[in-house]
């Protein structure tokens, strides 16, 4: 019997219910406001009384409305179809509420309609099954039972799409029957199970199940189907230079993006949707701009995948939160876009979540304690802040599958600190529990340094592609010649030794050529790890070599010119003449001027 | 069946907010009070039990304990017709110019998010001829962006400026705490240029009360959406933010919700940003353009209101002395029209940039003693240059013009390898090849 209950009292998107029954921590339900019903959530119950956060503008529910409870946990639906699609933060497909909208009258389909909800799968599609288990076999949750040809995952060039044991299943399971290779929807029986007794907690009720290739899982739940967890060791190419050689990103590592606004860390998050080497790409847009969203969503689908020849949105699955939907929705958001991933980490995939911003969801997390009137901690946030954001992070990582096949799901977060100040709650929440800092500093985007990631203040737990000893030397550099501009501003130029203002020119040079990257061309955008090293080693001469200038004047003039000659050749194909000659005219330029 | 129901007594009254015992009422409903204060319109702000609390737009005070409640039975709306162009209004829609009560279609206010599916790429660029904006910064239809200033600058005479120059359809005022004599002031400018027949004014000054103030942006809003639906592109202005959010502080305050930030709630964000979010390119309609000012008390950008905005507008202006200043303004949206304006059009802008931050650590080196190199001296004259002939608020030339001066004064000051420029522009740009 379901459990149904009244509206007490309404506040903001807080709503207060008595309930007759029983009912869970994080139990749907829908409140009835006349022809539509609202989805919420419950936060806290108190006696036959609890508080739900509502998924919608609460306007016109009135005392003694009536709210029908599901049951069941805030879920996602898993399956194929998952990819290109663009969702809002309870997984309901964007496009298709439009159109659904637009039924309503031209004007209605511009907007989100309150208690409009859609399966977040289409049901119609019809997906070209090909079983690959055996009959008889035993199978555990999350073992492959089959396969449907998906996009890029046509089952040719990469694997398809695999249909797992849905990971609610507990215990051992034996095969019974499998569909004959066909086509079916998400919906349609593919396989029947039987529990083996003794071994599955379902045994009770011994009688075999049918499995879909639709599966649902609770969102704020970590899916743990997998044998054991690796160490991240493998580096995540993402062609950003100053990430892959100075603040390496992990395969199933995490790290955060924290900067004031105007820094770059959208951009910089875009950056990486479209270059990073790995599978899927889950960007969740979480309380920010519409404008950016809208980018990707109609950028994405233009840009081709180096890697597979096809449209990069065919890789990739936006969860859109922007910061005029719902709060409530914003907070589940990062969870539905997580929980996607750890669904094709399963599959044996690299995944990578880009959540923009963290921020806003800790934002949505403060404005529900408010609402709930919990005591709050520092700057009004609440006090499982810092639990709830470690727990995010913890659901990345790198994973050995029961067919000892591995997945993984990277995550990066950018935060967006109030004021720019890094010392508040959330960053330092968050740098406690992440890998890799790409802090991005204002002193630099002012001077339109991008990406402005701060070479001296950022770090990185996991290994660069080029040796930690090389790139400590460069960093010495960058971080001497820092000092030497500081110092400079007092004893001014004359006061400085030829030496260290030969320091302070390498520092400049390094930064100029190299950390400086510009996303919005088409060939410095991305710097393949290979170019990198090559671009290192040509730089590391000019870092190392003894030079014999004769005063500033033509030191200064030296490192000008050779950072003209370095930034053309960053424009050149790699690979091409071009690129071979401007090599060699700077290795020319720089053995010239040495001793 | 629950229209016009009318209750006598009130609980409880504190700041702009009354209580009292009433049943069938429906959340966000408007009701009306009538008391020896006068009449006024009210909102439902909270529903515990029996309790039903309210938002009184004139604010409380007056209101006595045997005021006359009458709920409505519906949300906040504004009359919407083409009537509303040439006017001025109150928050709550009264009209402030003498003029007649408009009778239009009712429109509820404060609606839904729209569909980010449904937006469109911004691609059209806002010509302003303000070399600072358009070379620099180039606005963009749909963009929402707001003016950070420190009390006493010249920002509503920029927002009126771009107001009169950008090419829209129709303009949106919105005044929140304004002086009196400044709506007065912007208004005769509008009316000089002939700009006040596409105009509506909803203007909430610094004696009306505050509930008022926080009407201001949604009502505006409002108007502008169903124009922008009808197919034109509305520009919006919002002056000044600052007292809006200062507004809601206030009433956040009464109602003893736990403050996050310097008093403000917790909410701000989301607040601000579901206001600001309502700046879109609809697709296959009009279009709606926000430009707003927050004043940064003490011109701190760290105070919470300018914090905030920062991260959900689409970049900002710093004006700073009567000009805007090239650092820390930005508009995010530039990268989408920049490319498709002249080739020179980036290039001329990062260089003129980077060169002009050179020039500030060289005053900085100068104001401290230090000798000055050659390049300093060249640096120095290029600052000159560029902050009389480029930077001046007074400068009114289109944007190709606009692109010709920056080499002009580039090759003016330097030598053709030392600005950064990728030689093959330099090439065919460089005054005198």
Redesign the interface.
Known sequence: MTTTGK?????GNMI?VVFDGAVAQNEVGYAVCGDKRLMAEIVRVRGTRCDMQVFD???????DDKVEFTGEMLAAELGPGLLAQ?YDGLQNP??E??EE?GKISR?A??????GMYLPGLPRDIKWDWHPTAEIGSRVMAGDFLGWVPEGIFDGEKLPGHKIMVPFSFRGVYTVKSLAPAGAYTVTETIAVLEPVAGESSSAQNAQSVEVQMLQRWPVKVPIKCFSERLAPEETLETTVRTIDTFFPVAVGGTYCVPG???AGKTVLQQTTARYAKVDVVISAAC?E???????T???FPEIVDPKTGQSLMKRTIII?N????P?ASREASVYTAVTLAEYFRQMGLDVLVLAD?TS?WA?AM??LS?RL?EI?GE???PAYLESRIAAFYERAGRVRLRDGSTGSVTIGGTV?P????FDEPVTQATLKVVGGFHGLSRARS???RYPAIDPLDSWSHYAPVIERARVEAARSILRKGNEVGQMM??V???GTSQEDFVTYLKAEFIDAVYLQQNA?SDSDATTPVERQRIMFSVMEKALVAAFAFAD??EA?HFF??L??SF??WN?KPFNSDEFAAGKATLEEKIASATK | MFNNRIYHKIDALSGSVATLRAE??????IAEVESRAGTSLAQVI?????NVTLQIFAGARGVDTAAKVRFLGE?MKVPFSDALLGRAFSGSCVPRDGGPQIHGTPSPIG????????????NRMVRTNIPMIDLFNSLVV??KLPIFAKAGEPYNDLLARIALQANSDVIVIGGMGMKHDEYLRLRSMLDESGALAKTTMFIHTAADPTVECVLVPDVSLAVAEKFA?EGKDVLVLLTDMTSFADAMKEIAITME?????RGY???L??QL??R?????D??G?GSITILAVTTMPGDD??H?VP??T???T???FYLRGGRIEP??S?S??K??VN?NTREDH?TVM?AM??LY?QFK?TV??QS?G??M???DEKLLKYGEDFEKNMMDLSVNIPLEEALDLGWKILADNFEK??V?I??KLADKFWPGG
Do not use: H
């Open positions: 509206i007490a009292a309404v506040n207060t503008a609460t306007s016109d529910l009135m005392v663009v964007l496009a509420l439009a909208a004007d389909a511009y907007f989100l309609q309150r004031p606004f105007g309380g701009r519409a404008g950016e969203v809208v980018e969503l109609k950028e859109c922007t910061s005029s939907m709060v911003s806003r934002q403060r404005e408010g009137e709050p700057e009004a946030f967006s109030a004021g720019g100040n002012d001077a339109r501003k007092v001014g130029e004359e919005f500033k004047v200064r000008m010119d950072r003209q930034i053309d424009d | 069938g009422v429906k959340y966000g409903e909270k529903l515990d039990g029996p949300p609606q839904p998010s729209v569909n980010p599916a449904k937006r469109i790429m911004p749909s963009q639906l919700q736990i403050p996050s930030n709630p917790g909410d964000y989301s940003a579901s600001y979010e309502k700046a879109v609809f697709d309609a950008v760290t919470p914090d905030n920062g991260y959900i689409e970049g900002q650092f820390g930005l995010r949206l990268q989408q490319k980036r990062d940039i980077k931050a650590e900085e080196k401290m230090f000798k190199s050659d390049w390898g030392e950064g990728p030689s």
